[in-house]
């Protein structure tokens, strides 16, 4: 009888152990799966979307469109928003703020639609047409395009990881493409030798007079991480623009430029 209990309290005991056990490596997992979700936010904070896809979890949670730098990197928006920077590693900050109108077929930020119907109007005088195929584009959009492009080199029997970084370099993932500030304009569609055009030539002369500029120069494509594009035009507005031109920098020096000496003056 006593040896009986012995060996009920024995195996008792035993199943205590392994329900520690077993509590533990629960906790073991709860605290890894915490910590593999945190690194993933933290890694998607720096292409933030605007898809279902984006992590749950909340500390690092990015709103889409929200300004992110990588840890350690001093870069300030400039106070100027005509010289608001979204790229690659820039997502527009949430205190830019901007009307969304639609003119010219596509919309954009309402202040640029003045500037830019005067640069269309004096190009006409020229007997230059301008027209625009695409402005503001939300992340929705951009996401569109962006699966799209992944889909179309998937499809040609490369590995999906191969597709992604060939995409990317084609169409931005979304929240890095400028086209989310209302301030960029495709000027007569994405055509790939508009650089060699009539129409190109004359932007290339005047475009800096009604404040926009070359966004993606075939010069700067280190810089900028976008490869050519002659039809993307950017607004700056009209002294940043003869500037950048006069001193041959695309936007990501000029900020750098302008920071400096806004520091300088004061
Ligand atoms: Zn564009």
Redesign the pocket.
Known sequence: MYQEKNKIRKTLSAFAVVIVELALMAATTVVFVMAFEHVDAKNTEAKPTASSSAPSSSAAQSSPGRSSQPAGQQFKQPDDWRLVLVNYEHTLPDTFESKIVHEFNVDMDSRIVEPFRQMRDAALKDDIHLWLS?GYRNDEKQQKLYSEEIEAFYKTGISYEDAVSKAAKSVAPPGTS??ITGL?V?VNGVLEDFGGTKEFHWLSEHAQDYGFILRYPMDKQDITHIKY?A??FRYVGVEHARKMKELNLCLEEYIDYFNKNQTASH
């Open positions: 695409s400028e086209h960029a495709d594009e039809w993307h």
